[in-house]
């Protein structure tokens, strides 16, 4: 069964913490998304990675980075958190190259809230 | 900027009835489409991609494809209480490897 596990189920840190977001997947996918979920914005992206020390912006990266210094591990990281990243975090993972029918799969999701 | 628009809902239809679910593309050269399920507080789950015009069923589900009006389509017999969620189109541009998703239509399916 594919599995991709998110650190957290929920997380409360203060403005201005360095927050690390950790997603490990099983599934040796080469691929690897964060995003962000928001009532009435949807899912956007933040950052991904195509493979392992690489990385490509996102429709949002402002205020985060990310790591992945390892196949199955993919790390997003607020800087300094603030209360407007209080959010729904989702990890994802697919395979490479993206076929028509490669999905993505979805952790548990981490929502994060910042006081 | 690729969009992906849907109805936001919410969606109401009678136990038993199709629940017609659609959503539009902006990006020509889309190459798959995906629907994901998502219960409220848990991640999004797949239900069925389609990649070619036309109709593809998967048992209750109906997929359906228009490319020259960039529009794709979920129909849902005999809705059941238990299809109650948030269902999310995702867009795949040709080798491209991220999914843009829409915003997401809410079903509620009453009894």
């Known amino acids: 069964d594919v599995k991709v596990t998110q650190s957290s189920r929920y997380l409360v840190k203060r403005t201005g913490e360095k927050v690390f977001l950790e997603c490990v997947q099983d599934m040796d996918h080469e691929n690897m998304f964060w995003y962000r979920q928001d009532p009435g914005l949807g899912l956007r992206l933040i950052y991904f990675?195509?493979?392992?020390?690489?990385?490509e912006k996102g429709d949002i990266p402002e205020g985060y980075s990310v790591s992945r210094e390892k196949k199955e591990r993919f790390s997003l990281i607020l800087e300094s958190a603030s209360t407007n990243q209080t959010s729904m975090y989702l990890c994802?993972?697919?395979?490479?190259?993206?076929?028509?029918?490669?999905?993505?799969?979805f952790g548990q999701g981490t929502r994060l809230t910042v006081v | 900027q690729k969009e992906v628009e849907q109805n936001s809902g919410p969606l109401s239809v009678p136990e038993g009835a199709i629940a017609s679910l659609n959503c539009t593309y902006s990006?020509?050269?889309?190459?798959?489409f995906f629907w994901y399920r998502q219960y409220s507080g848990k991640s999004p789950e797949l239900i069925m991609f389609?990649?070619?015009?036309g109709d593809k069923e998967d048992g209750r589900f109906t997929a359906q494809l228009n490319k020259a009006s960039q529009y794709v389509s979920l129909l849902i017999r005999d809705s059941q209480p238990s299809d109650s969620a948030t269902y999310l189109c995702?867009?795949?541009?040709?080798?491209?490897?991220?999914?843009?998703f829409g915003k997401g239509t809410k079903l509620s399916v009453i009894p």
């Open positions: 990675s195509y493979d392992v020390k690489m990385k």
């Open positions: 389609i990649y070619s015009n």
């Open positions: 990006d020509r050269g889309s190459q798959s």
């Open positions: 995702a867009v795949r541009g040709a080798g491209s490897y991220q999914l843009t």
């Open positions: 994802a993972s697919s395979l490479d190259p993206p076929e028509v029918n490669t999905e993505a799969f």
